[in-house]
């Protein structure tokens, strides 16, 4: 069965924090995305990464950035939390650059910054 | 640019049917329809294709419209299993295959 897992349900951190938010899928597929969710605003693509140590920005990168060192795992990063960073985070995968692929998500990581 | 979802929120009775739409202001190659109940991860419906479309599901169908760049999620005689928010994912002809684009979400909400 297919499975994409985040490292955290909810995570709480303070104003300037560095964050950690960590993806793992078992599918070995090749591309991972960062979304963040907002109530009214959908699914926005902070990042994502074709292959393993290659990124590339989604509509929403200002204050993020990844890691991807291994093909199974890509991290989201923080530098410095802000309260309007306070979201939810859901990472997918997908298999290839075929667009009828499906994409599959994690359950989601809400994170509150204070 | 995101695709447009109307309505943003829905109510019925079970057993009643509704329509999601999902416009684009660009040329789309697919759309892919994603439904995600209350703390949950997105769940794939259906793809629908240029060129084509594809029923995913019995009483859960889609369209599209290339012309008109939108496409529709019809449920039919609804159960309350269907409550949850829906989301297109559309990819754009000359974007590539790579990034889906999603909209803003349509939050289905079935009563007994």
């Known amino acids: 069965d297919v499975k994409v897992t985040q490292s955290s349900r909810y995570l709480v951190k303070r104003t300037g924090e560095k964050v950690f938010l960590e993806c793992v899928q078992d599918m070995d597929h090749e591309n991972m995305f960062w979304y963040r969710q907002d109530p009214g605003l959908g699914l926005r693509l902070i990042y994502f990464?074709?292959?393993?140590?290659?990124?590339e920005k989604g509509d929403i990168p200002e204050g993020y950035s990844v890691s991807r060192e291994k093909k199974e795992r890509f991290s989201l990063i923080l530098e410095s939390a802000s309260t309007n960073q306070t979201s939810m985070y859901l990472c997918?995968?997908?298999?290839?650059?075929?667009?009828?692929?499906?994409?599959?998500f994690g359950p989601g990581t809400r994170l509150t910054v204070l | 640019q995101q695709p447009v979802q109307s309505p943003q929120a829905v109510i019925l009775r079970e057993g009643e049917d509704a329509v999601i739409n999902c416009s684009s202001s660009k040329a789309l190659y697919s759309v892919h329809w994603y439904r995600q109940k209350h703390g949950e991860a997105p769940v794939f419906l259906m793809i629908l294709l240029k060129g084509g479309e594809q029923k995913g599901h019995e009483k859960i169908s889609a369209s599209f419209n290339e012309k008109k760049q939108q496409s529709s999620l019809y449920l039919t005689a609804s159960q309350l299993s269907y409550s949850g928010t829906y989301f297109c994912?559309?990819?754009?002809?000359?974007?590539?295959?790579?990034?889906?684009?999603f909209g803003q979400g349509t939050r289905l909400t079935i009563n007994p």
């Open positions: 994912g559309t990819v754009p002809l000359i974007q590539g295959a790579q990034k889906l684009v």
């Open positions: 997918a995968s997908r298999r290839a650059l075929e667009s009828t692929d499906t994409q599959y």
């Open positions: 990464s074709y292959d393993v140590k290659m990124k």
